[in-house]
Every structure is written in structure tokens, then in C-alpha cells.
């Protein structure tokens, strides 16, 4: 069994993909070719945006996010410690100071009740994330931004595809920045990522930054970096996207029978707790996480039964070596710890039949056992 399947997908929509590759190899315009344009105009079209800026990959879309908001050494930007390293990393390499708040324990997501109590006046932007596939609450996340003026990126990684109040992840703040990780819901054979906003200004500024910074060539009014998705990847997207709503709805008819299966296992309040999603949201599932006691044993046994589990993410944020110098000690943010501590992800794709995820189920039954 496979945590991720991407073997059947591509077999799925293989002459698609060899057709789009084999344009790109004919064509020869590698980078910046018209798949990447037309990728573009598909993503945002889907996301319900006005623009959609083709990266190089999630993290670089966050990178050029902040870049493009101007936020420098010494600014401040607040988002969640129960995430990817790629989120804080961004803001503190471009020498910002990552300032956490805790999660809500039911969606693992920022909880916007404790956002007010983190600004300060170096505040310069606020960054949620929309953990393994389920957006965090936007509205009140924006209406708390508006109040003191801040610009709401959304880490949208993980994300690609779901709803909000039937609005779509990327479209929820000023800036959607997703990935396109070959693992992620819509993943490319490599590396990429996107960014997306309304904003006629931003969009333009997050193209230049995506190249060096230029606003014509070899002219440079500002720095940037080699951001750019290519033309196979953007090629290989292309084909996804016409499966893209089929593959979601497959995760959710997988995640609907994960949910009954463990609730027949482990009755409503069990050893296994299964994800919430808001009644608002639709989630694209990146990910199929649970909460167990004891996850270190419940990972060796599932090993053990030969079932491949992951855990996103076994330390906190502010736990991280690198991080020490932000002086957030073990216990300031305790639900983000003990998330840390009990999450465990089990196999999930749109492949997956009912008899594997059976077999998930009963092996995790015994992992759990005392
Ligand atoms: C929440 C989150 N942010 C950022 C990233 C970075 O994306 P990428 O791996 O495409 O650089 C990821 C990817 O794993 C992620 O899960």
C-alpha cells in the first residue's frame, strides 16, 4: 500500500501528460513557454482570482509574497507554530520575526480568538495556514486584519481546491500562496508553486520578483530571485487540472469512509479522532491526520503491519533549533505541542479502494491497543 499513490494517477492521465511534455520539448521555450501562461489563466480562473503568478515552488511563493509587501528586518509577522518549517523559515530569512499564535485544537488551524493579542506596532502582515487541506477561518482572520490595517497572506500549500464559505483557498485574503509538491493535492514532477491576489499592483510586483526583480530586461528597480515555474511542470498541471474536481471528490469520498470507518472502530469518543472540518468548509485533504495517545508506539506498530503512516509535523515551530534565538518557551504554546505530539497521518489519494483503507483502520485498531 502506498502513503500517496501517484503511479495510478499518472496512468490515469498518462496520454495527456506525454502529449503536453512532448509540445514543450518540440516547442522548446523551457521557461516562461505558453503552458505557463495558460496554467495561469486556468488556476486563476478556478480560484476565482484576477491574477495567478506560476513560482518555482511553495516556499519561494511565500518568499516573494513578503517580498512583495516590503516586509524587512525588524518587522514582525504572526502565524501558526503547528506548521510546515517552510512558513516561519520565509519570514525570518528575509530577517522578519516570525511572532506565533496558538492553533484551534479542532482544526489545528490559527485561532483567530488569540490573533488580536499578538499584534504589535511592528506588525507588518499575518499568514495562516490552511492546514492539511481545510482553510483557517478567513473572515475572522481578515476582519481582525482590516481593524489594524494589515495585508492577510494565506499559506495555502496544502490547500489548493478547497472552500471556505464556498469561496476557494487562494481567493480567501490579499495574497493565496500555494505548492505544487508532487505530493500536495494538485502536484506537478517537481517543484512549484503559485501565487494569487486581486491586486493589479501586487500581481505585477510579484512577476518582476519572480525575475531578479526587473521590470524590463536587465533593468532591476529591485531585488528578486530566480522564481519561476517552468513549462514541463506547467504542462504537467495542465493535464492534472482536467481530473483536478473528479481527484477531489475521490479524497472526500475516501475521508467520508476513513470518518465512518473509525467512528464503527472506535465509537464518537475513541482512542482515534478523527478531522474536523467546519461545517463551512470543504477540505481537499493534503493530508488524513488523526489523533492518537501514545503516537510513537501507534507509528512503530503500523509500521509493523506494513501501513505507512507520516506525522505533519512532530515538533512545534518555536521548538525548532534554529528558532531558539525567538526565546518562545516549551509550554507557550501548548496546543500546538500536544498536536505535535499526537498527530499521525495515514495513507491518503484519490486511489485509495475501501478494502485498503479497511485494512488501515484494523491495523490502527491494534496499534492503539494498551
Ligand atoms: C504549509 C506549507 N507551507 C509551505 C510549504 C512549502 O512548499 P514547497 O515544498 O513547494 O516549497 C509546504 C510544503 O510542503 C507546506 O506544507
Not at 517552510?86 to 490573533?115: C, H, Q, S
Not at 472502530?265 to 488523526?290: H, I, K, L, M, S
Amino acid at each position: 500500500m502506498d502513503f500517496i499513490d501517484l503511479k495510478t494517477q499518472y496512468r490515469r492521465i498518462k496520454p495527456s501528460v506525454d502529449a503536453r511534455i512532448a509540445r514543450v520539448l518540440e516547442h522548446g521555450q523551457y521557461v516562461m513557454g505558453p503552458e505557463v501562461a495558460e496554467l495561469e489563466q486556468v488556476l486563476a480562473r478556478y480560484c476565482g482570482t484576477k491574477h495567478c503568478v506560476a513560482v518555482s515552488s511553495g516556499t519561494d511563493a511565500l518568499l516573494i509574497a513578503l517580498m512583495a509587501l516590503d516586509v524587512a528586518p525588524g518587522d514582525e509577522v504572526i502565524t501558526a507554530p503547528f506548521t510546515f518549517f517552510a512558513t516561519a523559515e520565509m519570514i525570518a530569512l528575509i530577517g522578519a520575526r516570525p511572532v506565533f499564535v496558538d492553533i484551534d485544537p479542532r482544526t489545528w488551524n490559527l485561532d483567530p480568538a488569540k490573533l488580536e493579542a499578538a499584534i504589535t506596532p511592528r506588525t507588518r502582515a499575518i499568514m495562516p495556514v490552511s492546514l492539511y487541506g481545510q482553510c483557517a477561518d478567513f473572515d475572522a482572520i481578515n476582519a481582525i486584519a482590516s481593524r489594524h490595517g494589515l495585508p492577510v497572506i494565506e499559506d495555502a500549500a496544502q490547500s489548493f481546491g478547497a472552500t471556505y464559505k464556498g469561496r476557494r483557498s487562494n481567493a480567501l485574503s490579499l495574497i493565496g500562496a500555494t505548492s505544487f509538491f508532487p505530493s500536495k493535492p494538485l502536484g506537478c514532477y517537481g517543484d512549484g508553486g503559485a501565487l494569487f491576489t486581486d491586486d493589479d499592483g501586487l500581481a505585477k510586483l510579484m512577476r518582476e520578483i519572480r525575475v531578479h526583480g526587473q521590470d524590463r530586461r536587465y533593468h532591476h528597480p529591485r531585488l528578486g530571485l530566480t522564481g519561476r515555474l517552468d513549462s514541463i511542470q506547467a504542462a504537467v498541471l495542465l493535464a492534472k487540472m482536467e481530473i483536478f474536481d473528479d481527484e477531489v471528490a475521490a479524497r472526500a469520498r475516501v475521508a467520508a469512509s476513513y470518518e465512518r470507518l473509525i467512528r464503527e472502530a472506535f465509537g464518537t469518543d475513541g482512542a482515534v479522532r478523527p478531522p474536523c472540518v467546519e461545517p463551512f468548509n470543504t477540505c481537499v485533504f493534503a493530508q488524513y491526520t488523526v489523533e492518537v495517545d501514545r503516537r510513537d508506539v501507534v507509528e512503530t506498530r503500523m509500521k509493523a503491519a506494513g501501513v505507512p503512516t507520516a506525522v505533519h509535523y512532530p515538533v512545534p515551530l518555536h521548538e525548532q533549533p534554529v528558532f531558539a534565538y525567538l526565546d518562545q518557551p516549551v509550554g507557550r504554546f501548548p496546543l500546538s505541542e500536544a498536536a505535535a505530539r499526537r498527530v499521525i497521518s495515514l495513507p491518503m489519494h484519490p486511489y485509495l479502494t475501501e478494502e485498503q483503507q479497511a485494512k488501515v483502520v484494523a491495523a490502527l485498531a491494534e496499534a492503539v491497543r494498551p
